[in-house]
Structures are given as C-alpha cells and as structure tokens.
C-alpha cells in the first residue's frame, strides 16, 4: 500500500515510532505497515479492540464516553490513539473505530468511520461516510487512517 510505505518512510526519517489501535480494520493497518520493507524500525505494535469494553479496560477510553455514545464517535478514535500510543510506548498513535457492516452499530449506519492520529503536538480526528461492502470499508478505513498520518505529522515528505 502506498501511503504504509510513505508512512514507515516519514517515520523512519524523523526517528519516531507508531502504533495501531484498530476496532472494525481487525489489524489490517498493522499488517499494511508490516508489511513494508524497514518497518520494525518504527512500528511498535498495535491492540485489536474489536469489543467495546476492552475499548475501556486496555486502552483507556473513558467508560462514560463509551456508555454516553458508543465506540463509534469521533472522541473515541481519539483516545484509541492516545491510549495505544501509551500503551505500546509509541511517539504515534493511529486509531480506527467505525461500522464496517452489513449492519448499523450503535445506531450509525454502516459505512460509518472514524479514524484519529495523536502524537506530540497532534491530535488529529476525520470523520467519514465509505459507501460499499465490509471489505472496501475496512480497505477505505486503512486507506484514511495512513493519509491523515502523512497529512498531520511533521517532517519532510
């Protein structure tokens, strides 16, 4: 995937590391970045938080902000990415939180995503609405989270 390889490139160059808080992408942004020739010199790890309460219990999200709106919400991506950036002792935390499909979850409908960056200085949340299967929303997702990286943290591209 293009935008992993830029992405473990700009890492690489600017001495930081990255970790993956992933919900509907299952490890597919790890694997993207894995994937990538030089990438365990900068990804940590990452922590599939597929149910809500390890949302909670592992990566910190605040249990009243799950209980008042849901794991699908812009604050929640947030604190996925600071929690795994903590947690995998991280310079960068990448989350993805969202509806993949075929069914609506907390009331949003299917197609539903959110995907946060927070690093030193960067807190960096989009909202989306992907149209099409599982499969392309879960592609789509991986797709944002890695260009709103590139797009938020400093250095040279």
């Avoid at 990448?94 to 960056?117: E, F, I, K, S």
Wanted: hydrophobic share 55%.
């Amino acid at each position: 995937m293009p935008d992993a390889r830029a992405l473990v490139g700009l890492l690489a160059r600017t001495g930081l590391t990255v970790a993956a808080a992933e919900s509907l992408t299952g490890g597919l942004v790890a694997a993207s970045l894995v994937d990538v020739p030089g990438a365990s010199a900068v990804v940590r790890g990452g922590v599939v938080a597929y149910a809500t309460d390890l949302k909670a219990s592992v990566l910190g999200v605040d249990a009243e902000l799950l209980a008042a709106r849901g794991a699908v919400d812009p604050d929640v991506a947030l604190a996925m990415a600071a929690g795994v950036r903590r947690v995998c002792g991280a310079d960068v935390g990448l989350a993805t939180t969202g509806v993949a499909g075929p069914d609506p979850q907390d009331g949003r409908p299917p197609g539903t995503v959110h995907v946060a960056v927070v690093a030193a200085g960067v807190r960096e949340v989009r909202s989306l609405v992907l149209a099409g299967d599982r499969a392309r929303v879960r592609a789509g997702t991986v797709r944002a989270v890695l260009a709103l990286a590139l797009a938020a943290l400093p250095g040279e591209r």
